[in-house]
């Protein structure tokens, strides 16, 4: 059987691919169950400084649950026993993920394939990139952390009618709203394009960029955000790679980031 999650490291970048291309990367459990291990190990291995998060073939990202799957759950004592069991740790991983991630989006990303995308820092779409919520339209709330990312995305208003009218978002309009970061000419470009980026990504200050991520994280006011900075800037400040840019800066040269 081929495997529904594909992981690859090279050079600092783990590559992780959602692989059921002819289900539309659709989730079943397997699948789910081996995108949390990817991530969580991506997470904690050394070798790894950026993710790329990106799905099989060029007809969609992810279209979340496998219905087909789901069918045979509404049998049961607990239908949506897989929020709590799959869904939630595997947003959770991501949202914690201390390493940048950048989504490549081809295709359509509907439901819970949509909200894994908004999870990434970085969303990179083509001509054919949409986004579709699609729960309300099965009768289901939202999941996968969206009700949390989507309104800080495009703000309440916009995230109400994408949840609860199920309107889809094409990729103009998507860009416009900073639900894509980048919008390519062409479809054949959003993989090389977001490859580029999370390369980008993992050549740079990796220990900045988590507390970076971190910041953006927190909750609570002005005094609250102040006091997370100076946490933030105190773990930066006594890394080599802080160290060596300050002093490349003063001698002219391009800094070099390992991360440490």
Known sequence: MTDPVLVSTTDGL?????????????????????????????????????????????????????????????????????VHKHFNPVASALYEMPKPVVAAVRGAAAGAGASLAFLADFRIGGPSTAFTMAFAGIGLAADTGASH???????????????????RVDADRAHAL??????????????????????????????????????????????????AEARAQAACGYTEDHVAAVDAFVNKRPPVFKGR
Not at 20 to 48: F, G, H, M, Y
Not at 149 to 167: D, K, Q, Y
């Open 14 to 82: 783990t590559t992780v691919t959602i692989n059921r291309p002819k289900a539309l990367n659709a989730l079943d459990v397997s699948t789910k169950e081996a995108l949390l291990d990817a991530i969580v190990t991506a997470s904690s291995d050394p070798q790894c400084r950026a993710v790329l998060l990106t799905g099989s073939g060029d007809r969609a990202f992810c279209v979340g649950q496998d219905l087909r799957e789901h069918v045979g759950n509404l049998a049961g004592d607990d239908p949506l026993a897989t």
């Open 178 to 227: 900073g639900l894509l970061t980048h919008l390519t000419d062409d479809d054949e470009d959003v993989l090389p394009r977001a490859t580029e980026l999370a390369t980008t990504l993992a050549n740079g200050p990796t220990i900045c960029f988590a507390q970076i991520k971190q910041q953006l994280r927190q909750e609570g006011g002005f005094t609250e955000a102040l006091e």
């Open 149 to 167: 990312t989507l309104p800080r995305l495009v703000g309440p208003s916009i995230a109400a009618r994408m949840l609860m009218l199920n309107e």
